[in-house]
């Protein structure tokens, strides 16, 4: 099964291979933020893969369409509900400091 730990709380989880970056964070309460719910429309869920990038489900035109207008765009970026976790491996995955903010901007009984 993939692993998957989330920079900078380094909360770690197990999922079905499958399972977008997002869901993972949604099964084991890491912060990433998910305006669009998910639909690739908002960029909130903009993550830093720093462990198992070539690992993930490859990138689609939409996602290249949307990530452009996420923040601080690097080489290891992905949007959270579209990158899968398919493999059996050990992720690592920073969560953007504006992904954060959007997850607690939804949730503000979190704060
Ligand atoms: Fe909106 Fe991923 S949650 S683009």
Redesign the pocket.
């Known amino acids: 099964m993939p692993k998957i730990r989330f920079l900078p709380d380094g909360i770690a989880t197990e999922v079905a291979a499958g399972t977008s970056i997002?869901e993972a964070a949604r099964s084991c309460g890491a912060h990433?933020?998910?305006?669009?719910?998910?639909?690739?429309?908002?960029?909130?869920?903009?993550v830093y893969v720093k462990a198992g990038f070539d690992e993930l489900s490859e990138v689609q035109e939409n996602?290249e369409d949307?990530i452009e207008k996420a923040f601080d765009v690097k080489a290891t970026s992905r949007?959270?509900?579209?990158a899968r976790l398919q493999a059996d491996a050990t992720y690592e995955v920073e969560i953007t400091a504006e992904s954060r903010k959007a997850f607690l901007d939804e949730h503000p009984d979190l704060r």
């Not at 949007?79 to 579209?82: A, I, R, Y």
């Open positions: 997002l990433v933020g998910s305006a669009c719910g998910g639909v690739c429309a908002c960029s909130t869920c903009h996602e949307i949007l959270g509900c579209q």
